[in-house]
């Protein structure tokens, strides 16, 4: 079992920034990837983010590439996504998730945490 707490969510002006924080506790040596995704109302959930806990492997998509980086602190087993340059778009529920499997799924997955962009 692996829990996943979100954090560092809140209202922003477009342009501005906003650092998410995914603390995990649990079975976390057994984490294989971590990622960030968002679902925005009335559309489908997507991956915006992930990395590979062991290498540091980095993905992001498309819309968000050069705004966010997406980091970990092995440490302290958390993960962090650093927003830049937010746009109104990017409003959605932020969701940490954590892939246990090589070549599973994400199987654990935070509550959430809110991101709102003002125009």
């Known amino acids: 079992q692996v829990q996943l707490v979100e954090s560092g969510g809140g209202l922003v002006q477009a342009g501005g920034s906003l650092r998410l924080s995914c603390a995990a506790s649990?079975?976390?040596?057994?984490?294989?990837?971590m990622g960030w995704f968002r679902q925005a109302p009335g559309k489908e959930r997507e991956v915006v983010a992930s990395i590979t806990w062991r290498t540091a492997s980095t993905y992001y998509t498309d819309s968000v590439k050069g705004r966010f980086t997406i980091s970990k602190d092995n440490a302290k087993n958390t993960v962090h996504l650093q927003m830049n340059s937010l746009k109104p778009d990017d409003t959605a529920v932020y969701y940490c998730?954590?892939?246990?499997?090589?070549?599973?799924?994400?199987?654990?997955w935070g509550q959430g945490t809110q991101v709102t962009v003002s125009s």
């Open positions: 649990g079975r976390t040596f057994s984490t294989y990837k």
């Open positions: 998730a954590a892939q246990t499997k090589l070549f599973g799924e994400y199987d654990y």
